[in-house]
């Protein structure tokens, strides 16, 4: 923690809403759950004024946990929490028994309780909120890092692998995007860095032949996440549009833009 702390590094602490949301499906190596484990390590961090952050999913449990998510928040001075939809086949996994469309309508209207939740003990700063104001008060500029809620991956964000050779990637959930290991020198990492987010810059929708169809709503789309695309490609392409995103950013962006015009 006191390390993070000196190098400014932000953990992000996945809590998936109250514990028993969370224990649902956030189990440690032996199968128990690790809510009480992650509100510990919150606990540390937040102690020893490192600014760490919580990362929830909206689950069909934890789509109904705002207040409980944002009293921990309050409880440990957390200023940022990010609000995410599940990813590619991950609905299907977990929520068998509804649609992508179906849960997407769920999981946006979950979201904006969360926004609200969150602006009551004053975290307004919401990337997607950010974007969403600014391109309603006409003044949105693409890749500006104040609002821009790409994917990380095109950013600061690497991922070290608990493997022998320590590999590194962009994403954690996807080796292939490999720019070296521990061994491998800051310069080459940055190199090989660069050319690789832009070969992927081309699946977000300003580059998208696929998105052409959109319209000015391309123009704030992050185009989703790039794994999430791969697990719902029939041909194994991250290229490929990510459907559940594509439908969650479309109803949410839509609401907050309703909500900024009144």
């Known amino acids: 923690a006191k390390i993070a ?3 400014e590094i932000v953990f992000a602490l996945s809590i998936d ?11 440690d190596a032996y199968g128990n759950g690790s809510y009480d484990k992650a509100v510990k390590e919150l606990e540390i961090l937040s102690n020893e004024g490192a600014k ?16 409980s ?3 921990l928040a309050k409880k440990f001075g957390i200023k940022d929490v990010m609000i995410k939809p599940l990813l590619g086949d991950t609905v299907t996994f977990l929520e068998k028994s509804i649609s992508v469309e179906q849960y997407a309508k769920k999981a946006v209207k979950s979201a904006m309780q969360y926004f ?6 004053g975290i307004k700063k ?4 950010a974007k969403t104001e600014s391109f309603v008060q006409g003044c949105f500029v693409s890749g500006n890092p104040d609002i821009d809620c790409s994917c990380a991956m095109y950013k600061k964000q690497i991922a070290v ?17 490999t720019i070296g290991n521990t061994e491998t020198t800051t310069k080459e990492l940055i190199k090989n860095k660069n050319e690789l987010v832009e070969k992927l810059k081309l ?28 697990c719902c490609s029939p041909k194994d392409d991250l290229m490929d549009i990510d459907p559940l995103s594509c439908a969650y950013s479309k109803k949410l962006h839509k609401l907050l833009e309703i909500k900024k015009l009144k």
């Open 203 to 230: 699946r977000l929708p300003e580059f998208n032949e696929k998105c052409k169809d959109c319209g000015e709503f391309k123009e704030i789309c992050s185009g989703g996440c790039a794994c999430s695309a791969r």
């Open 126 to 129: 919401y990337p997607i909120n």
């Open 5 to 7: 702390k000196h190098y």
């Open 17 to 27: 809403g109250s514990k028993e949301s969370h224990d649902k499906y956030r189990k």
């Open 69 to 71: 998510i944002m009293a």
């Open 52 to 67: 760490p952050l919580i990362s929830t999913v909206l689950t069909n449990h934890s789509i109904k946990d705002a207040k």
């Open 116 to 121: 609200e939740e969150a602006e009551k003990i």
């Open 161 to 177: 692998w608990p493997d022998a050779k320590g590999t590194i990637t962009l994403c954690e959930k996807m080796k292939d995007t």
